[in-house]
């Protein structure tokens, strides 16, 4: 099993910066790959970024990129998100991932095997 909390979340003015984090626990954090996925409401959960297990591959969806930034710390089982140059359209709730797959690091929603709770996210225009 594995525990995921996300933090960092609010309310930010377009063109601000947030830098949201996920903290795991419960298995070996640098075993798995990891990813973030938000979703507005009425809309499907949609990819945004997502983490190779050692953190030397990343891939994001084409709305973020240029813009956010993933990274994680093994050492401190976290991985975060640094969301610059915000857009109202950026609003949604923000969810991280972990894929237990090796090598993966995945755009797909299936492909992650845990979830966490969610934090939200609120850019005004």
């Known amino acids: ?16 910066s947030l830098r949201l984090a996920c903290a795991a626990s419960g298995r070996t954090f640098s075993y798995y790959a990891m990813g973030w996925f938000r979703q507005a409401p009425g809309k499907e959960r949609e990819f945004v970024a997502a983490i190779s297990q050692s953190g030397g591959n990343t891939a994001y969806a084409d709305s973020v990129k240029g813009r956010f930034s993933i990274s994680r710390d093994n050492a401190k089982n976290t991985v975060y998100l640094q969301m610059n140059s915000t857009r109202p359209e950026d609003t949604a709730a923000y969810y991280c991932a972990a894929d237990l ?9 299936s492909s992650y095997d845990y979830w966490g709770q969610g934090t939200q996210v609120t850019v005004s225009s």
Do not use: F, M
């Open 1 to 16: 099993q594995v525990q995921l909390v996300e933090s960092g979340g609010g309310l930010v003015q377009a063109g601000g």
């Open 101 to 109: 797959q090796p090598g993966a690091y995945s755009r797909s929603v």
